[in-house]
């Protein structure tokens, strides 16, 4: 395959986490759309280099990990588009379409006093008040008026057990990034 885009290689950092995704061309200058992961493109406005993978499937225009020096991103109409360095027309725009884009942790806008990145609660220990043990979280998820945990607790008959909790000030006690543990006012039979 020859890669139409002169792209620089890159090591992907050790704290990348994956934030978006570039779905198309957007207009004739280079720009391209990105779909961020997340409600709050902070992570992605904020950044100044972008790492690349190739799309899983679908035509690749490189392969490995890829580096883009940006030189302008911007919400637009849910989205962010972006422009970067070497990204000079439509064609090259949809050489990246399908990449999936990744930023050093490192490099995300420090969170609010309460708030939290996702990724920062994945993998915490969950306990509650009476220091029974809950599970550990897995993953997060949008109800729509809120957000859940969804634990991986003991295992029963072969299969760990998931609990879902709200991640809402009623139930939640205490976030210990620092310590990597949540204290929850829940029972073990809820």
Do not use: C
Request: proline share 5%.
């Amino acid at each position: 395959m020859t890669a139409p885009l002169a792209l620089e290689q890159a090591a992907l950092p050790s704290d990348a986490i994956e934030i978006g995704r570039i779905s198309d061309a957007w207009g004739v200058k280079g720009w391209f759309k990105v779909l961020p992961y997340s409600s709050d493109a902070g992570a992605l406005l904020g950044a100044k280099r972008w790492y690349l993978q190739p799309t899983e499937r679908g035509a690749r225009s490189f392969e490995g990990t890829v580096v883009l020096d940006l030189r302008q991103t911007r919400e637009h109409s849910g989205a962010v588009v972006a422009w970067a360095q070497g990204i000079d027309d439509r064609n090259a725009a949809e050489a990246l379409r399908g990449s999936r884009i990744f930023v050093p942790r490192s490099g995300f806008p420090k969170a609010g006093d309460g708030e939290y990145y996702w990724v920062d609660l994945i993998g915490l220990a969950v306990q509650n008040r009476e220091g029974v043990a809950l599970g550990t979280v897995r993953e997060l998820l949008t109800t729509g008026p809120q957000t859940v945990l969804v634990l991986d607790g003991e295992v029963v008959e072969g299969k760990p057990m998931e609990r879902m909790i709200p991640f809402v000030a009623a139930f939640i006690d205490e976030v210990d990034l620092a310590g990597r543990r949540i204290l929850v006012d829940w029972q073990p039979d809820y």
